[in-house]
């Protein structure tokens, strides 16, 4: 008998995927360095025009004093939350209780650093004002995401952040960004990166999201900060002998994609409709303010993913490689809109959404 295919599978070879930039293989790296110079030195330790001119390049693209790369965001944010901590003078950090250091770094800040998270806000939304007004416990440092990724990429709107930033000042609390997808919000916010950044005292940006690198981040702040992260780096094994492999395709596909961004985003709005207007389907948030989004369905994750399959394998067009069960009923998926979206015939596109309002409704 035939075995099912699986929905990453059928994904993977789908003619017109819709989620991401280009494929993740090595031509992506072998792009890159088919342009480089064989005799550029490679950064070593942390030194060299490689990595000091892409750190400069960072900085000032976001108004700040210094920025230091960093072979992960785990590893960076981490290293910002102990930094604020220690220099205040106080364990306690709060941040989203769905953020990355929340959900996906197994209690690093706890085990590492002895840091005591506060949680803020209700799961479903972002973190407001009202949220930190309420917070009884003395903290060091609180950390935003923008946007929110595990809530489908939801943002507080920009004049609630700078309540929010306004209050951190008063209060002594060092505002931190996890701005892993910071380029993607800027066209809903309709500011620059140098106006959001100016609200928060240290930022980390991703180089591989919205950016397309391969892998890595930088931290963002003032010199006495990024000094201090510099000895943290290489207390946690992250001062790798060469980092270029990483530095060097950040900025080239920075260069290549940081202009794309307000179409990317305008793109997620297109979708997100699509799925809206669909039966049994809802997108969060409902208009995206960013280039992401989640879909949610009623169904169970094994029905939604039979009928994506389908669709997938009749139109060509892919919809989503992974679908995840919600905590109560129904399952969702992630969509994050790269280059992969334009390049899809609309007619495919068009036709792929008929016979899933279709499947839906059957
Ligand atoms: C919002 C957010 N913060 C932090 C990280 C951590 O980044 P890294 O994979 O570089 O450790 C991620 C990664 O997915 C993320 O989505």
């Not at 479903?124 to 007004?133: A, I």
């Not at 416990?137 to 990724?149: M, S, T």
């Not at 943290?232 to 530095?247: A, D, E, T, V």
């Not at 669909?278 to 303010?289: D, F, G, N, Q, R």
Request: a negative charge; aromatic letters at 8%; one cysteine or more.
């Amino acid at each position: 008998m035939e075995q099912q295919k699986t929905l990453m599978e059928v994904y993977n070879k789908a003619s017109y995927p819709l989620i991401g930039q280009r494929k993740r293989n090595m031509q992506v790296l072998k792009e890159v360095f088919e342009q480089v110079d064989g005799d550029l030195d490679s950064d070593i330790y942390g030194e060299g025009t490689v990595i000091d001119d892409f750190q400069e390049r960072m900085a000032s693209m976001v108004g700040k004093e210094s920025a230091i790369f960093f072979p992960s965001g785990t590893m960076a944010q981490q290293i910002a939350l102990r930094i604020w901590s220690d220099e205040v003078g106080k364990k306690k950090v709060a941040y989203h209780p769905f953020c990355h250091l929340e959900l996906h770094e197994q209690d690093a800040l706890k085990e590492l650093h002895h840091l005591e998270p506060i949680l803020l806000a209700d799961s479903t939304r972002p973190v407001l004002l009202q949220d930190l007004l309420d917070l009884k416990d003395d903290v060091a440092c609180v950390l935003l995401e923008l946007p929110q990724r595990e809530i489908g990429g939801q943002l507080p709107e920009y004049e609630e952040l700078e309540k929010m930033s306004a209050l951190c000042r008063e209060r002594g609390i060092k505002l931190h960004m996890d701005g892993a997808r910071l380029f993607e919000v800027l066209p809903y916010y309709r500011k620059s990166a140098v106006e959001v950044c100016a609200l928060f005292d240290s930022v980390y940006i991703s180089v591989y999201k919205g950016i397309g690198g391969i892998a890595g981040a930088v931290l963002i702040g003032d010199r006495g900060f990024t000094e201090k992260s510099k000895v943290w780096k290489q207390r946690h094994g992250g001062n790798l002998i060469g980092l270029y492999p990483y530095i060097v395709p950040a900025d080239y596909y920075m260069t290549e994609n940081l202009p794309k961004m307000e179409q990317f985003y305008k793109e997620a709005v297109e979708l997100a409709s699509y799925y809206n207007n669909c039966h049994s389907l809802k997108t969060l948030p409902e208009v995206p303010v960013s280039n992401m989004f989640h879909v949610h369905s009623e169904l169970k994750k094994e029905e939604l993913e039979a009928i994506v399959i389908r669709i997938t394998e009749e139109t060509g067009v892919g919809l989503s490689h992974i679908i995840r069960n919600r905590a109560e009923d129904g399952c969702f998926f992630e969509v994050a809109i790269g280059d992969r979206y334009s390049a899809a015939p609309r007619d495919a596109v068009a036709e792929a959404f008929c016979l899933l309002d279709e499947s839906l409704r059957g």
